[in-house]
């Protein structure tokens, strides 16, 4: 007869454990130029490279926020020598890619290139982020093709409940509380675009960060061309924003001939620099964000009144707010509503239980290792907390909430933030 010895017991749930210690890769700081903060992570085993420059350019800078957008997009679509297809070609023969993105505060141009093309690509971008042309064909094009989605998104009702939410949430004049009207596409003019590039896009108003196999001869390479980029003495590092003094409301807004209703239920809360901000974040985890958390268990799964329901606290840079967002259909959503508000009054009046904690704390562990898996992803990551003055240090302290959150810590945080009659309500559909 054979024995298996040390076999596991699978009748039993395994111990919750951690790594003592998480070896977090430490970026650096240096700086190249007079004025060009650079930040290097070197690490991994592939000839792959990527170059982030961040600009304090967000939509909040223009009181047309499709002015910033169109800037950021439109930044590879041509310079004073260089057509968008040629550029595209370029970065085609090299094996290279750009991306750009477009947030409330910062706006990026990222290159992923190979190292042995490190200088051809790179001098590329230069030419792209300053000298960029902005050609009214691509203007045009780009004002046609957003347009169209936004009639579309129009009739789509989370998107209009996620408009209608800021705006109630914040105010509508609020910078975080601002959207896109109909009206803004017909205010855009190509002067416009060139001010704000020459006001934004410079070296006194951005920073730079390389991540991957970084070679001394990639440092020599970036100096050289970032001595070239002009100054200015305007730093729009931050925009003075004032938390607004706003009361719970509800909202219903009615879109004909749809099927289904969007529902967003939150307030405004705190952001990454605040102490509370990760047993916060654990807080959202256990009520929707992961698939087994208590509204997908309730309101998906038990009672089938929605597809889909998320809940989660977004930072931004001057604060930050808790929403909870869900689709339901017509007939049922009023019922879905009495379940979120039955389980944000059930966080912060009942103690979790201990398997419901564990199960928490081992998807939350799993999922911020994952921020941590190579050079690209944890660049990511120090790219969201920069613009805080943060360092690896702000990870650390949360795998330290996340190990030693309690029942007691979650009453606490909820009973403070997460309190149902101080929520705004908003729900949009027929």
Same mark, same amino acid.
């Given at each position: 007869?054979?024995?298996?010895?040390?076999?596991?017991?699978?009748?039993?749930?395994?111990?919750?454990?951690?790594?003592?210690?998480?070896?977090?890769?430490?970026?650096?700081?240096?700086?190249?130029?007079?004025?060009?903060?650079?930040?290097?992570?070197?690490?991994?085993?592939?000839?792959?490279?990527?170059?982030?420059?961040?600009?304090?350019?967000?939509?909040?800078?223009?009181?047309?926020?499709?002015?910033?957008?169109?800037?950021?997009?439109?930044?590879?679509?041509?310079?004073?020598?260089?057509?968008?297809?040629?550029?595209?070609?370029?970065?085609?023969?090299?094996?290279?890619?750009?991306?750009?993105?477009?947030?409330?505060?910062?706006?990026?141009?990222?290159?992923?290139?190979?190292?042995?093309?490190?200088?051809?690509?790179?001098?590329?971008?230069?030419?792209?982020?300053?000298?960029?042309?902005?050609?009214?064909?691509?203007?045009?094009?780009?004002?046609?093709?957003?347009?169209?989605?936004?009639?579309?998104?129009?009739?789509?009702?989370?998107?209009?409940?996620?408009?209608?939410?800021?705006?109630?949430?914040?105010?509508?004049?609020?910078?975080?509380?601002?959207?896109?009207?109909?009206?803004?596409?017909?205010?855009?003019?190509?002067?416009?675009?060139?001010?704000?590039?020459?006001?934004?896009?410079?070296?006194?108003?951005?920073?730079?960060?390389?991540?991957?196999?970084?070679?001394?001869?990639?440092?020599?390479?970036?100096?050289?061309?970032?001595?070239?980029?002009?100054?200015?003495?305007?730093?729009?590092?931050?925009?003075?924003?004032?938390?607004?003094?706003?009361?719970?409301?509800?909202?219903?807004?009615?879109?004909?001939?749809?099927?289904?209703?969007?529902?967003?239920?939150?307030?405004?809360?705190?952001?990454?620099?605040?102490?509370?901000?990760?047993?916060?974040?654990?807080?959202?985890?256990?009520?929707?964000?992961?698939?087994? +958390?208590?509204?997908?268990?309730?309101?998906?799964?038990?009672?089938?009144?929605?597809?889909?329901?998320?809940?989660?606290?977004?930072?931004?840079?001057?604060?930050?707010?808790?929403?909870?967002?869900?689709?339901?259909?017509?007939?049922?959503?009023?019922?879905?509503?009495?379940?979120?508000?039955?389980?944000?009054?059930?966080?912060?009046?009942?103690?979790?239980?201990?398997?419901?904690?564990?199960?928490?704390?081992?998807?939350?562990?799993?999922?911020?290792?994952?921020?941590?898996?190579?050079?690209?992803?944890?660049?990511?990551?120090?790219? +969201?907390?920069?613009?805080?003055?943060?360092?690896?240090?702000?990870?650390?302290?949360?795998?330290?909430?996340?190990?030693?959150?309690?029942?007691?810590?979650?009453?606490?945080?909820?009973?403070?933030?997460?309190?149902?009659?101080?929520?705004?309500?908003?729900?949009?559909?027929?």
């Amino acid at each position: 007869m054979i024995k298996f010895m040390n076999m596991p017991n699978r009748r039993s749930q395994p111990t919750f454990k951690t790594s003592e210690k998480i070896d977090i890769k430490e970026i650096q700081k240096i700086l190249l130029t007079d004025s060009v903060p650079v930040y290097l992570l070197n690490s991994g085993d592939q000839d792959i490279l990527k170059l982030d420059f961040v600009f304090n350019a967000g939509n909040i800078y223009h009181e047309n926020s499709l002015i910033p957008e169109i800037t950021n997009a439109l930044i590879d679509k041509g310079t004073t020598l260089l057509s968008s297809e040629k550029i595209s070609e370029n970065f085609d023969f090299y094996g290279a890619y750009l991306e750009t993105e477009t947030g409330k505060h910062i706006v990026s141009v990222t290159l992923y290139t190979l190292n042995k093309y490190f200088k051809e690509t790179f001098q590329l971008l230069f030419e792209i982020l300053f000298d960029a042309f902005f050609p009214q064909s691509e203007i045009d094009i780009f004002l046609k093709n957003k347009y169209q989605s936004f009639l579309i998104n129009q009739q789509k009702t989370d998107a209009v409940s996620t408009e209608i939410f800021a705006e109630s949430i914040f105010g509508k004049n609020h910078p975080y509380g601002i959207s896109v009207k109909e009206n803004d596409f017909k205010n855009v003019e190509r002067g416009q675009i060139l001010n704000f590039y020459r006001e934004y896009y410079n070296a006194s108003n951005m920073f730079v960060m390389l991540s991957g196999k970084i070679k001394d001869e990639h440092l020599l390479i970036l100096k050289s061309f970032l001595n070239q980029v002009k100054r200015s003495d305007t730093n729009h590092l931050k925009k003075d924003i004032q938390i607004p003094e706003k009361k719970a409301v509800k909202i219903f807004y009615k879109i004909e001939n749809t099927v289904q209703v969007s529902i967003k239920v939150g307030k405004i809360t705190i952001n990454k620099l605040h102490p509370d901000f990760f047993n916060l974040n654990i807080c959202s985890v256990i009520l929707g964000g992961y698939f087994g +958390s208590r509204l997908m268990t309730n309101i998906r799964e038990d009672k089938g009144y929605t597809y889909g329901i998320y809940a989660g606290n977004v930072s931004l840079l001057e604060l930050g707010f808790f929403v909870i967002s869900a689709d339901s259909s017509k007939d049922v959503y009023k019922k879905a509503l009495e379940e979120i508000y039955k389980e944000l009054k059930k966080i912060r009046t009942v103690p979790v239980g201990n398997e419901e904690l564990i199960r928490v704390k081992r998807w939350l562990f799993g999922n911020i290792i994952k921020i941590f898996d190579g050079p690209l992803a944890l660049s990511e990551a120090y790219k +969201s907390i920069i613009s805080y003055n943060l360092t690896k240090d702000y990870f650390y302290r949360y795998l330290e909430a996340i190990k030693n959150i309690s029942p007691e810590i979650i009453l606490k945080t909820a009973q403070t933030y997460l309190h149902e009659d101080t929520m705004t309500e908003v729900t949009v559909g027929a």
